[in-house]
Structure formats: structure tokens, C-alpha cells
């Protein structure tokens, strides 16, 4: 059919291949999920190997092309073994989705050292430096994808934001430098700013009732968010569909951030 023809066309990723950092779980896992029925090959990195195996033999059960790589992103050594070893697997990314991360949040005059250089080491600096090894070989192909999953506290404080809203603060500046950096070469860099998604990373709030009551109150569409909600926009995001979108930070909270 023409209509079908036309959507594959302009969304399919056939071809293509993804990393997903954090892609085990929550949101990174649903978006790994959507790039690979897609058509992507995609390369899941995260550090548990149980959680690992689990979602590629999960993504493979439905005719994916899918592998794994355990790494720990604290570190850029471990960073950049991961990368070496993702781009190993099928070849080298035309897409890369920076879903992992860590939400250490202490009140501000309980924060250590350690609970700062953490959150940043994971937050930012992986996705800086996943962008730097894998951004200008895109650049050169002259097609390319960076997904960042940023947060609200990114635009606005509360729930004791601390390093964490830093951390992603800066991730959706690093995602305006990308852009900037490699947009020219076909190479689109964009941020997905969920609002409150039941996932294991906000299991701190998700566990008290009442408080996920109120925050679905906040919202417009009435309820909060689930993983499975970021599929589409990832997709869009990854593809060819998105050629003229950059440098954006596009907002999955069902009205979170507007009501």
C-alpha cells in the first residue's frame, strides 16, 4: 500500500544501528525495544548482566537484531571500554541514546563529594564522551542521531534537584553544543524531557501512593508517565523523519511541565 510505503519511508530504521545506554530498564528499555522493531540493530549497555540478558532475549524473541555489553559509565575508562565494545558488535552507531543514569538525590547540605562526582561521571560527562567518540564518525557518513533523556529538573527545581538537576541541566546544554558541532553533517542531537515515569530510577517516589497521586494531578492528561510512552518519539527522533529537528529539548510529561 502507498500509505505504508510512505511510513516506512520516512520512520523505518532498517538498517540502521543503536546503542542505548541504560537500555535494560525503564525508559531506555522501551526505546531500545522501539528502535529494534523499527528495523535498528541495537546494542543495549547498562551494568547489571541478568537485567541485560533478559532484554535482548526479549528484543530477539521478537525478531530483533539485538546484543548486550555490561560497562559501568562512573568512569571514563569503563565508558570508553563499553563504547569500543558496542561499536564491535554490528559496526559503528548511526544512533546513540543516553538513557542511563543515576538519581542520587541528599539535601543540598548532605551532599558528598562522592554523590556529586557520581551523578556527573554518569549523567554528563558519559554522554559527552559517547558523543565525542561516536558524534564526528556520523558526522563523516553524514547521517546521525544523539537522544538524551533529560528530567524536569533540568528547567526547574524541586524534590531537592541538588546534582542531579545539574547533571541534567548540563546534558541538555551538551545536546545544544552537539548540535551545533555536527547538525551540519547530518547529524541531529536532540533531548526527550520525561515527566514522572513509574521506572525503577524514581522507585523513591513511585513507592508512596499519595505522591503519585498528586504528581498525576499535575499533569493534563491525568495520569504519569509510563516507559512505553517515549517509543514514538524516539523513533521519530531516530530516523529520517527528523532531519530539520535540533538542539531541541522536547518535552514526553503529558502537560507536567505546562499545567
Known amino acids: 500500500m502507498i500509505t505504508q510505503s510512505y511510513l516506512a519511508d520516512l520512520f523505518s530504521l532498517q538498517g540502521r544501528t543503536a546503542l542505548v545506554t541504560g537500555g535494560s530498564s525503564g525508559i531506555g528499555r522501551a526505546i531500545a525495544e522501539a528502535l ?12 547489571r548482566e541478568a537485567e541485560l540478558a533478559a532484554t535482548v532475549e526479549a528484543l530477539r524473541s ?3 537484531t539485538a546484543a ?12 570508553r571500554a563499553a563504547a569500543e565494545e558496542a561499536a564491535a558488535v554490528f559496526g559503528e552507531p548511526d544512533i546513540l541514546v543516553n538513557s542511563a543514569g543515576v538519581n542520587l538525590r541528599p ?18 560527562e558519559a554522554p559527552h ?15 546521525g542521531r544523539i537522544i538524551h533523556i533529560s528530567s524536569q529538573q533540568a528547567h526547574r527545581a524541586f524534590v531537592r534537584s541538588g546534582a542531579y538537576g545539574v547533571s541534567k541541566g548540563g546534558l541538555e546544554s551538551l545536546a545544544r553544543s552537539q548540535a551545533e558541532a555536527w547538525s551540519p ?13 513509574m521506572t525503577p530510577l524514581n522507585e523513591r517516589l513511585s513507592s508512596d501512593p499519595a505522591v503519585v497521586a498528586a504528581l ?9 508517565g ?16 527528523s532531519a530539520y529537528v535540533t538542539g531541541q529539548s522536547i518535552f514526553v510529561d503529558g502537560g507536567f511541565s505546562v499545567h
Open 185 to 197: 553533517y547530518g547529524v541531529t542531537c536532540n533531548t526527550l524531557v520525561p515527566g514522572f515515569v
Open 62 to 64: 521478537q525478531g530483533a
Open 68 to 79: 548486550w555489553v555490561s560497562g559501568d559509565l562512573g568512569t571514563r575508562d569503563g565508558t
Open 36 to 47: 529494534a522493531r523499527a528495523g535498528a540493530r541495537v546494542v543495549v549497555v547498562a551494568r
Open 216 to 224: 498525576a494531578e499535575r499533569t493534563m492528561v491525568g495520569r504519569n
Open 107 to 124: 539535601p543540598l547540605d548532605d551532599l558528598t563529594d562522592e554523590v556529586w562526582d557520581r551523578t556527573l561521571a554518569v549523567n554528563l
Open 226 to 241: 509510563l516507559p512505553e510512552d517515549f517509543a514514538g518519539a524516539a523513533v521519530f527522533l531516530a530516523s529520517g523523519a
Open 129 to 143: 564522551l559517547l558523543g565525542r567518540r561516536f558524534g564526528p564518525g556520523m558526522a563523516e557518513r553524514g547521517f
